[in-house]
RNA sequence: GCAGGGGUAGCCAAGCCAGGUCUACGGCGCUGGAUUCAGGGUCCAGUCCUUUAGGGGUUCGGGGGUUCGAAUCCCCUCCCCUGCACCA
């Protein structure tokens, strides 16, 4: 057994001693990698040790080439929820306090610290064995620690207040209004975390039509502003208390819950009366200025909006549904004063055309769905069908005025904004499903904050400047491409501010911190200066400073004098931004696409416009044993847990070979312990290797060539698999089908001799290719082969063209197939074989062969010109019959062979004969039979079933006995 | 709804862009055998059905089409996942 954990301390104790991965500008290429930096908020898991395995593993394999490979690291301290966290801690939310001290082995007394953000975060970051820091140095990554930063350092800060001073003065950052979640007992707004229920519930815009009865306001809620015009009547539920109140110096009628809605959401509220509904009166419509009657309708919640509805019975179900009630109980209505005659005259106005639906989309489905009560809960369902096929579809009808033939997905705003623009509408923000609740078991509100600060991403101007710097990276996978161009295309005004949470404050409005997505876009560039900053009173930086290295704006000289901060430090970060920048590749998750990488891409255009980003890596999501990971609930393994037990090497290699980046991730058990004992094989089989005796020069015979070649042609697919962060695929060829190779070489192999010089040169590469995936194994054994240098700073290995040999590998590919086929029928018969003879084809069935390949592979073809050509050419005396059948096989076989093999098949000119006569030592012990080959034609051959005239070219005939 | 991704044998998963070498890489699991053999490890073999001569049949969400030939191309359809903003 292997004991991993000393191999990986005496490297990376090695490492470190020697500072391999501490770089500065020299002459060699560049080549600058960083992975989104961590939030801190809880441990460093599997999940975050396969996001930082995949740069470390290019940056290894770029370090290899000859590129000076920088790559640092960082740790996320801004935003609310480590803030949470921590508050969390302070309330002793048990569920929490329980995850921190059973799950992280946290003790009870010290819990008191983790009320403090600073603290909590630095804990996870670098302190505990739980931390970032620690895992990554677990895991041997090739990072240069010297640049760490956390975006709290007072350097960070000022950096970040340089950046928005450049945004600031471009314009880019405007006011603005913006609803948030509210917790009205709190006093603040609350995030997912805070919610006691409602996760993830989306924000809706409703659009409030004012129907007018008499002084009064009825703003009717609706999500579908253009159906105005399909109007029949107005709902209001009767088991409902209705009030009025004067709302912008209207008197609006709305449902009581409604009040404190409409007063967070910036209107002007003021005391609120009961109002009496008199069902017997008539409203007039906006915009329509049609008289509809009130009716009654259980299905209108006082909780949602206004409590106030709309009727458009033939494009909503609900509305339908309600209808029909209200027409079969006239007589009920006649009581609340409802004239029933207007009731029965009402049908429903059809205003949307919709291919596939008739008059009324909404009936329609109603019918379909066998819908006949407003309480039915399919209606839900009725509805989101026909809103749905509605808006994508249909469009407005010929008779709506000023918006013919208008796509409903148009019409919608369109008419919104000329209701608004008349003051006949307004807005209301509503939750797209309720109750939400906050922790403190108030229930949420939506609340306009009015000073929002925001990044104006739609600015034309910045927006063509991102794009055309996305339109030159590299994205991997490409696929994630028409993401970015939907994001850039859909993006704009971001509320870039907070007034909670830890980071630096906003410069022009103090009161404001930058918010965690707004201070993490270019800290890219901070990296290649961070060692130096360090170095600096943080209080002598100013923007000057950064002008200069960035953009080589003013006098080193000059700044120096003003700072303080000598003028050779100026110099060595501008030198040290020139020779990093632009990053070549930045790797991050795929759901950070929508903000993260696309603002990265912003804020490079508009402030280091020169070094536009080279590439994109966005990875797929982690999951443990097919359950989403979890810090805060602890369904994670800590990498502190994972190297303990299996060591770095199997962690990183695992990580790496079980998807594609791109690709989700499951972190499997018992896979993972599979991986361990085949690294363990693996090193029980270099050992074996490294310790063979000798190492004379020797003919390579077929077997070695083939192995060559077969090395070769993984080095090349491992080579190509790295350029494009294809680290499974790399995996693939460096380790199982090396390892599968090697296992059938070693059975295969010539002589001893051969066997021991070919075994040790495929050693040398194989370290080689796998240095960049498991570093601290590779050393060891590199070590141990005799080398005095560090494989992780030695020499990629170079693709050997000329010993890839196609030839050698159809041939041993042939042999295999024979051996496959002598053992299927061995299988299938009775009797108990004790030898196989193989009859090869003789030539002239290769001349026929050669010829039928030429007609073959047109298509259609005369079978019969083809017989009687081969024949007269050949000069042959069989039976036609006999002829026929072989011919017929050969067409056959050929047909179902493609047209690459076939050209591979004319160049290499196989001799089976002495392919076989050379593999029947190895078939013998494969097969546990003795092995005789002949010629078809060999009149001296063992063959007492005549089986030989049946063996076509490739597929010799077989006889067991 | 919008955008993106995906459905492959017991499970995970490759292949699909550039149609034939695909019963379909690899791994896990399972079965059998070997091993100075502890039911552990390692090694070998098998793992859709069927077959006493290398054969045959049925498979790649469902349906249809193109082609000599489709997991791969085209059309339709069903289902699943992710993101959609103040959450990093």
Not at 196 to 207: D, I, N, P, R, S
Not at 809 to 829: G, L, M, P
Request: charged share 25%; with cysteine; proline share 5%.
């Amino acid at each position: 057994m292997v004991n991993w954990q000393d191999i990986d301390k005496k490297w990376q104790d090695a490492w470190r001693e020697d500072q391999l991965f501490e770089v500065e500008p020299d002459k060699r290429p560049k080549w600058y990698v960083t992975a989104a930096f961590p939030y801190v908020s809880g441990p460093c898991h599997v999940g975050h040790g396969r996001t930082y395995t995949i740069p470390d593993v290019i940056a290894r394999f770029k370090r290899m080439q000859g590129f000076n490979v920088l790559f640092p690291m960082g740790y996320h301290f801004t935003g609310t929820p480590i803030v949470g966290a921590a508050k969390r801690v302070a309330s002793r939310d048990t569920k929490f306090i329980n995850v921190l001290t059973e799950r992280y082995g946290i003790p009870e007394e010290s819990l008191k610290d983790f009320e403090n953000p600073h603290f909590y975060a630095n804990y996870f970051a670098r302190e505990s064995d739980l931390s970032y820091r620690k895992g990554m140095e677990w895991l041997g990554f090739s990072i240069d620690w010297r640049r760490e930063l956390t975006t709290v350092d007072p350097h960070y800060s000022k950096f970040i207040t340089w950046q928005y001073h450049k945004l600031w003065d471009a314009g880019l950052i405007v006011k603005g209004k913006h609803p948030v979640k509210w917790c009205t007992s709190d006093g603040n707004p609350v995030t997912d975390h805070d919610l006691l229920e409602g996760e993830g519930v989306e924000t809706v815009e409703f659009t409030l039509l004012k129907y007018r009865l008499g002084d009064y306001v009825l703003p009717a809620a609706t999500l579908r502003p253009e159906t105005v015009f399909g109007v029949t009547n107005l709902w209001l539920n009767p088991n409902v208390n209705y009030v009025a109140v004067q709302v912008d110096g209207e008197s609006w009628v709305v449902s009581e819950p409604a009040i404190e809605k409409l007063r967070q959401q910036g209107y002007n509220v003021g005391e609120a009366k009961p109002f009496k509904i008199d069902f017997s009166q008539e409203v007039e419509v906006p915009l329509t200025h049609k008289k509809v009657p009130i009716l009654p309708a259980v299905f209108v919640d006082e909780n949602n909006a206004t409590g106030v509805v709309g009727s458009v019975p033939a494009h909503a179900p609900y509305d339908y549904i309600a209808l029909i009630e209200a027409q079969q109980q006239v007589d009920l209505l006649a009581h609340s004063g409802i004239d029933p005659q207007k009731v029965m005259k009402l049908e429903p106005i059809s205003l949307i055309e919709v291919p596939g639906f008739g008059e009324s989309p909404a009936i329609d489905v109603v019918n379909k769905m066998g819908i006949k009560r407003q309480t039915d809960h399919k209606l839900e369902q009725a509805t989101a069908e026909v809103y749905r096929n509605e808006f994508a579809k249909g469009k407005m009808r010929s008779w709506v005025q000023g918006y013919e033939d208008m796509p409903v997905s148009e019409a919608k705003t369109a008419v919104r904004e000329e209701m608004l623009a008349d003051k006949e509408a307004a807005t209301m923000y509503e939750f797209a499903s309720r109750p939400v609740t906050c922790r403190c078991g108030t229930p949420v509100v939506i609340k306009i904050v009015e000073d929002q600060w925001f990044l104006n991403y739609a600015d034309e101007t910045w927006k063509s400047k991102a794009k055309k710097c996305l339109a030159s990276m590299k994205l991997i996978p490409p696929e994630s491409r028409a993401q970015f161009e939907h994001t850039m295309d859909w993006l704009h005004e971001w509320p870039c501010t907070r007034k909670i949470g830890m980071g630096t404050p906003a410069h022009w409005d103090p009161g404001w911190i930058i918010e965690s997505l707004s201070d993490s876009t270019i800290y890219m560039a901070y990296y290649t200066i961070s060692h130096i900053l360090k170095t600096v009173e943080a209080g002598s930086l100013n923007d000057a400073v950064f002008d200069y290295v960035f953009d080589a704006k003013g006098d080193a000289g000059k700044i120096s004098a003003d700072t303080g901060i000598e003028k050779g430090k100026l110099e060595q970060m501008r030198k040290e931004f020139e020779y990093w920048y632009p990053l070549d590749y930045r790797v991050s998750a795929n759901e950070l696409i929508p903000n993260h990488l696309t603002f990265h891409i912003f804020h490079h255009a508009q402030l280091l416009p020169k070094y536009c980003p080279r590439g994109i890596v966005s990875f797929g999501i982690a999951i443990l044993e097919g359950q989403k990971m979890s810090s805060s609930k602890g369904n994670i393994i800590a990498i502190n847990e994972a190297v303990k037990k299996y060591g770095a090497d199997t962690v990183r290699i695992y990580l790496m070979s079980v998807s594609e980046p791109w690709q989700d991730m499951d972190w499997k058990t018992s896979e993972v312990e599979a991986m361990q004992r085949s690294l363990d094989r693996f090193y029980s089989l270099a050992e074996e290797i490294i310790a063979m005796p000798g190492e004379g020069a020797t003919a390579m015979g077929q077997p070695e060539r083939w192995m060559l070649s077969r090395l070769q042609t993984h080095v090349k697919a491992a080579t190509e698999a790295l350029e494009a962060f294809e680290t499974r695929r790399a995996v693939q060829h460096s380790f199982f089908m090396i390892m599968q190779d090697v296992r059938r070489y070693m059975k295969r192999a010539s002589t001893p001799e051969a066997r021991t010089k070919t075994l040790k040169n495929v050693l040398d590469v194989w370290l080689r290719l796998l240095a960049p995936f498991t570093p601290h194994t590779c050393e060891e054994l590199w070590e141990r082969l005799g080398n005095d240098n560090f494989i992780s700073s030695t020499e990629w290995p170079a693709v050997e063209e000329k010993k890839i040999d196609r030839g050698v590998e159809f041939s041993e590919d042939y042999v295999t197939r024979v051996i496959e086929d002598i053992a299927k029928i061995k299988k299938v018969i009775k009797a108990k074989p004790t030898k196989v003879c193989v009859y090869v084809a003789q030539d002239w069935k290769w001349k026929a062969y050669l010829k039928v390949m030429e007609k073959v592979r047109g298509g259609k073809f005369d079978f019969g010109a083809l017989l009687k050509g081969v024949e007269s050419e050949l000069g042959l005396r069989l039976h036609k019959a006999d002829l026929s059948k072989l011919l017929q096989q050969m067409v056959a076989s050929l047909r179902e062979t493609a047209e690459e093999k076939i050209e591979l098949i004319k160049g290499v000119k196989i001799d089976e004969f002495s392919v076989l006569e050379e593999a029947s030592d190895f078939m013998r012990d494969q097969l546990g039979l003795q092995v005789m080959v002949f010629i078809s034609d060999d009149q001296a051959r063992f063959d007492p079933e005549n089986r030989a005239v049946g063996s076509i070219p490739l597929r010799p005939a077989i006889y067991l006995g």
